[in-house]
């Protein structure tokens, strides 16, 4: 269940927002298409945490984006939602995607070139158990938030 947005969600929006303008920066656009080489991605810390963010193409805070997550190991996430949904392939380490109605135990663990969609407003959460940094690929269809859920 999602908090109302007024509450503890609104420091997560506004520290996103404070992020995604910073970052909103991506490769050039190369006469209609996107050339970012991944050892160049512009990777900053995301929401003053220990997970960082590269914008690839597309603005965040104004419509549909690519983006690139970056995790440290261990990294056990928290539930949450997003507005927008977002289609999401793992790049390096592990991954776990669950709704709230399942849990990490019964997710399955989603290694290098694994997919999952999610839909907007559907309460989830990440967790990334590898012993490495995990990278995920992320394309939303709509403005990046994120609105922490209930416990």
């Known amino acids: 269940m ?3 947005r007024y509450n503890k969600a609104i420091v997560a929006v506004f520290c996103l927002a404070t ?5 909103a920066s991506p490769a050039a656009d190369l006469g209609g298409h996107v050339v970012v080489p ?3 991605a512009k990777f900053m810390p995301l929401m003053g945490g220990p997970a960082e963010i590269a914008v690839l193409s597309g603005n965040p805070q104004t419509g549909p984006s ?3 997550l970056r995790f440290p190991p261990k990294y056990p996430g928290a539930m ?3 507005t927008a949904g977002y289609h999401a392939i793992v790049i390096e380490g592990a991954s776990k995607h669950w709704t709230e109605n399942s849990d990490a135990a019964s997710a399955p663990l989603q290694t290098p070139g694994d997919y999952w969609f999610q839909a907007g ?3 989830h959460q990440d967790s990334f158990p590898s012993d490495e ?3 995920v690929f992320l394309r ?3 403005p990046v938030d994120f609105f922490l859920a209930e416990k």
């Open 2 to 4: 999602r908090l109302p």
């Open 19 to 23: 992020t995604l303008t910073a970052s």
């Open 38 to 40: 991944y050892q160049s």
């Open 66 to 68: 690519s983006i690139l």
């Open 80 to 82: 949450h939602s997003h």
């Open 121 to 123: 407003d559907q309460v």
């Open 133 to 135: 940094i995990t990278t």
């Open 140 to 142: 939303f269809e709509g």
